[in-house]
């Protein structure tokens, strides 16, 4: 029973490594689209820091995943919405057709 609430407490870990990774990778993600867009108050330093921050997320993330031993089920992060969108940021899961 100890080594099954390990596992869990370590899922819980993976998820919560998950979510921080793709936050991550949203503000880098941000702050190069600022840099590229010459934003005021924004620099080349500012993108390189949000990248270092994005890759050291993966890594942590990586080596828990490599801890557990496999992908939990579930393993999904939603982003929010980006303010100013054009479209609706909403995004299916690809499925396989239903054979009847």
Do not use: K, N, Q
């Amino acid at each position: 029973m100890h080594r099954s609430l390990d596992r869990e407490a370590l899922e819980r870990r993976v998820i919560g490594a998950h979510r921080l990774t793709i936050a991550a990778l949203a503000h880098a993600e941000r702050v190069e689209h600022a840099v590229r867009s010459a934003v005021p108050g924004v620099c080349e330093r500012d993108r390189l820091v949000a990248d270092g921050e994005r890759h050291r997320r993966f890594i942590a993330l990586r080596d828990l995943l490599d801890a557990l031993g496999y992908v939990p089920r579930g393993l999904t992060a939603r982003l929010p919405p980006e303010p100013g969108a054009r479209w609706p940021c909403r995004y299916r899961t690809h499925r396989r057709p239903r054979h009847a």
